[in-house]
């Protein structure tokens, strides 16, 4: 009997994404993605941590907190209009914020394709999605539910204490009435040190994680990475936590300034002076 030979088909040919321009084309690869992320993790890490150190002049009084304020919005007013280099930098933000998140979404996605192929080749795809959990640690395994937190979180922290939604209290160039009226609430306490403490954790890892995606990845270095990761987090979660814990307690209140407060003392004072 004859033994019938069935012909496989060509394989469909794939079309290759389109290579853009230099330096676009970098991000089309999953080191530059990687670069990307680093840098940009870099850039929102810097915003982080000189806002943290920024709101501590809340410790100094209404006065301090408000002239705080208008420094920032009065920089650079030598070459440009007021404002203008303030919102320049918050438009950096916004650009780094946004290829983070597509720079890390899209690696996830690059990554889960490759593990799916491995898989299918191998034939155990049980086997290795256990490996894969076993080698991640806590913070790396976390990092899918901390970036969702911190992303509600700054929209939550914008519109609460920028752009005054939640309270009829709210007065626009007032942060130290702002940030009382809001962290005086119990409610929005929690809220801020359950995202804080989930900001820490993006930070440890997003910080230990970056030195491999620039390359710098040594066992003699290693101790040094993880010692600044857990550096940096901690300085930046105990900075964010003393805020609503300050305002809990009493420390920061409208009560224990000399009235009249806020924006009001601001006034007071430059009139005195002039």
């Given amino acids: 009997m004859a033994q019938t030979t069935i012909r496989k088909g060509p394989e469909p040919i794939r079309k ?116 894969d959990f076993i080698a991640a640690n806590y913070a790396s395994r976390t990092m899918r539910w901390t970036g969702p937190i911190i992303l509600l979180y700054l929209f939550f922290h914008l519109a609460d204490l920028t752009w005054g939604w939640f309270s009829k209290d709210w007065v626009l160039g007032d942060p130290y009435n702002n940030v009382v009226l809001s962290l005086g609430n119990i409610g929005v306490a929690v809220i801020y040190v359950v995202a804080n403490i989930a900001l820490a954790i993006h930070i440890y890892h997003g910080t230990w994680s970056l030195f491999q995606s620039l390359g710098i990845n040594s066992p003699k270095i290693n101790k040094s990475r993880r010692s600044i990761a857990k550096g940096l987090a901690g300085l930046i979660l105990i900075g964010n936590l003393s805020f609503p814990i300050a305002v809990t307690v009493g420390l920061i209140d409208q009560d224990n300034c000399e009235a009249p407060c806020g924006i009001t003392a601001y006034e007071a004072e430059k009139e005195a002076k002039e």
Avoid: C
């Fill in 16 to 131: 290759k994404p389109k290579e853009l321009p230099f330096p676009l084309n970098l991000y089309q690869s999953a080191i530059g993605r990687k670069w990307v992320m680093a840098v940009s993790g870099v850039v929102l890490l810097g915003f982080v941590l000189t806002h943290m150190i920024g709101n501590l002049h809340l410790y100094e009084g209404p006065l301090e907190i408000h002239e705080y304020a208008e420094t920032l919005r009065n920089l650079g007013t030598d070459i440009v209009p007021r404002t203008w280099l303030l919102w320049g930098v918050r438009l950096l933000l916004i650009a780094a914020f946004v290829v983070h998140i597509h720079s890390a979404y899209t690696l996830k996605e690059m990554g889960r394709k490759a593990n799916t192929r491995s898989n299918f080749t191998d034939g155990n795809k049980k086997y290795a999605s256990s490996q």
